[in-house]
T-cell receptor
C-alpha cells in the first residue's frame, strides 16, 4: 500500500541518548515534514524539506536535526534527548502547495 | 504561540446540536485546509479552501474561508457521534512551510 512509513512505532529513550526516527514515502512527493503532537492537540512543525537536498526550520526546531539525501527518506534525529521531547511524532508529505498532506502512523516517544 | 489558533480547544455537545469551530491567524494564507484526526492515527484531509470568502459544503459540514484569508470556520449541523474527533486547520506559508492549528477536540454524546 502506497503511503508513508514511520519507524519505530514507539520507543522509550533514556535522557541524553540519541535517536533517529525514520520516515519513508513512496508517493514521490517533493515536500516532507516532521511534526510533534503533545497532549493530543495541535501539531507543531519541527523541520521541513521542499525537495531532496534542502531542509528548513519550522516552529520548534531546537534539539532536532533532519536530512534529505533523496526524495523518499526524511529522518529526524534527536542528538541528546530531554524529557520535554516526549511526544508523538508525525511525518507527512505533500506533492505541491494546496494539495493534501499524507501522514504516517506516528512514533510515540517517551524520554525518561 | 502557534500561527493558527483554534477555538474552542475542547467541545462536548449532545447529538443533534450544531457547532462552529474557528481558526484564526494574523498571517495571510494562500489556502487553508481542514483535517480530522482519530486517536492513534494521522490527520486526514476534509477540505481545501483557496479563495477569500469561499464557502464549501461537505454533507453536514460547512467550511468558510475569510475574505482577508486570515481565518476560517467549520460548522457542523446536527452533530452525530461519528463526528467525534480532533479537528485541525492547516495552511502553507512562504517556502512551503505547512502549519497546523492548535486543534479542537470534539465529543458528540449520544
Amino acid at each position: 500500500t502506497a503511503g508513508i512509513t514511520q519507524a519505530p512505532t514507539s520507543q522509550i529513550l533514556a535522557a541524553g541518548r540519541s535517536m533517529t526516527l525514520r520516515c519513508t514515502q513512496d508517493m514521490r512527493h517533493n515536500a516532507m515534514y516532521w511534526y510533534r503532537q503533545d497532549l493530543g492537540l495541535g501539531l507543531r512543525l519541527i523541520h521541513y524539506s521542499n525537495t531532496a537536498g534542502t531542509t528548513g526550520k519550522g516552529e520548534v526546531p531546537d534539539g532536532y536535526s533532519v536530512s534529505r539525501a533523496n526524495t523518499d527518506d526524511f529522518p529526524l534525529t534527536l542528538a541528546s534527548a530531554v524529557p520535554s521531547q516526549t511526544s508523538v511524532y508525525f511525518c507527512a508529505s505533500r506533492r505541491t502547495e494546496n494539495t493534501e498532506a499524507f501522514f504516517g502512523q506516528g512514533t510515540r516517544l517517551t524520554v525518561v | 504561540t502557534q500561527l493558527l489558533e483554534q477555538s474552542p480547544q475542547f467541545l462536548s455537545i449532545q447529538e443533534g446540536e450544531n457547532l462552529t469551530v474557528y481558526c484564526n491567524s494574523s498571517s495571510v494564507f494562500s489556502s487553508l485546509q481542514w483535517y480530522r484526526q482519530e486517536p492513534g492515527e494521522g490527520p486526514v484531509l476534509l477540505v481545501t479552501v483557496v479563495t477569500g470568502g469561499e464557502v464549501k459544503k461537505l454533507k453536514r459540514l460547512t467550511f468558510q474561508f475569510g475574505d482577508a484569508r486570515k481565518d476560517s470556520s467549520l460548522h457542523i449541523t446536527a452533530a452525530q457521534p461519528g463526528d467525534t474527533g480532533l479537528y485541525l486547520c492547516a495552511g502553507p506559508l512562504t517556502g512551503n512551510q505547512f502549519y497546523f492549528g492548535t486543534g479542537t477536540s470534539l465529543t458528540v454524546i449520544p
